[in-house]
């Protein structure tokens, strides 16, 4: 089986890992710092805070900007449910305008519709690596007063006009074993805002910046140096694992074209795209529906995934919440029932891409 992600990580992890167990300081310390000062290196921000995973960074981004009761979000209703449950936590109400199928990201004219004197940020999700229209969506949430909190869990690297996802306001990265940059568990938030960065390193740590000295009402979100240390390497090689991911991507839509029915994904004009998912969209006119395709794909051996099978506000649980408004948003609902994601790993040998390809093609008859 060709598995739609893998982790696969090199003698130098290992050798950092043990360097750490040994050193007898397992906690946050200062493998976590040194994390933090290159991941703000590759946003290009002033600062980078490491948290214990990417819905932390989410929950530690909003109410570091002072998100709470009585203020609103918009978002994409079509995301990984931590961007929702984030801004519950918090406290916020939520409200979601649709997504253009050209990038899978928010639609700035749809925003508009949904921005009220309430709303207090407007958080892009940079779905599958690719940057959401940034700069649109900064003068709309402008226009309300609202700040901008990029969702870049799966946008390491990314840009857009040769700026990187996270630079654009207060942003947030998630390194779960399936991301980009992996250590299990572990996130971080990037903002150049000098006290953004000292709150959240307030709330990350009980509200302490002196030991037993309680600033504010704060949390435990630090992340460990055992998980710094498993990021390191990936962070130092990970130009490497962008060009892998963008070769691949490359091989596949080369290898796609023209198969009826089948639309590959674009790297749209002044993105810089890290390709943490290849999604294609299977539309009407194909041969096979989309399940169908991703059942057909695995029994020939290659692994697929549908991110995300459904809407957020289609589950009971957000239907009916109180703090989610139900909206329509039927580009998001399109996409929802036709995307699928073939793998595009850096691991992927070139037989691998030849298989993937070979598999989708004679499943759609073309
Ligand atoms: C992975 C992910 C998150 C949450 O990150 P965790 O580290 O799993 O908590 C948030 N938003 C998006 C879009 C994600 O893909």
Redo the contacts with the bound molecule.
């Keep these: 089986m060709i598995p739609i992600s893998t982790v696969r990580l090199g003698p130098e992890v290992e050798a950092l890992v043990v360097e750490v167990l040994r050193s007898g300081s397992i906690a946050q310390g200062p493998k976590v710092a040194e994390l933090e000062a290159g991941f703000a290196t590759l946003c290009g921000t002033p600062h980078a805070v490491a948290v214990n995973?990417?819905?932390?960074?989410?929950v530690a981004a909003f109410e570091a900007i002072g998100l709470g009761p009585g203020d609103e979000i918009v978002t994409s209703p079509f995301?990984?449910v931590?961007?929702v449950n984030a801004a519950l936590e918090v406290g916020a109400t939520v409200r979601f305008a649709d997504i253009r199928d050209e990038d899978f990201c928010l639609d700035p004219d749809t925003l508009a519709d949904q921005l009220t004197d309430a709303t207090q940020a407007v958080v892009p999700?940079h779905?599958y690596g690719q940057c959401a229209p940034l700069e649109e969506i900064a003068v709309a949430a402008a226009s309300v007063g609202a700040a901008v909190v990029e969702?870049a869990?799966?946008a390491h690297g990314a840009t857009l006009d040769g700026r990187p996802a996270g630079s654009w306001g207060t942003a947030?990265f998630?390194?779960?074993a399936t991301?980009n940059i992996a250590t299990g568990?572990?996130?971080m938030v990037t903002t150049h805002d000098d006290d953004v960065a000292d709150r959240l390193r307030l709330l990350r740590n009980q509200g302490m910046r002196q030991r037993y000295v309680y600033e504010v009402a704060g949390h435990n979100w630090r992340m460990t140096d055992l998980q710094a240390a498993i990021a390191l390497p990936q962070l130092r090689t990970y130009a490497d694992t962008v060009a892998a991911r963008r070769r691949n991507a490359a091989a596949l839509t080369d290898g796609l074209a023209g198969v009826p029915g089948l639309v590959t994904p674009r790297e749209l004009p002044g993105r810089g795209h890290v390709w943490h998912q290849y999604t294609v969209r299977v539309t009407d006119e194909a041969a096979l529906d989309r399940d169908a395709l991703a059942d057909a794909l695995t029994a020939s051996g290659v692994g697929s995934g549908v991110y995300y099978p459904r809407l957020i506000g289609d589950y009971d649980s957000y239907r009916d919440h109180p703090r989610v408004a139900a909206a329509d948003t039927p580009v998001a609902r399109r996409c929802a029932r036709q995307v699928l994601s073939l793998p595009v790993h850096q691991h992927l040998t070139p037989s691998d891409l030849d298989r993937i390809v070979t598999a989708v093609r004679s499943a759609l008859h073309a």
């Design positions: 995973n990417g819905t932390t960074a989410l995301t990984f931590a961007t999700v779905l969702d869990a799966q947030t998630s390194f779960y991301k568990e572990g996130g």
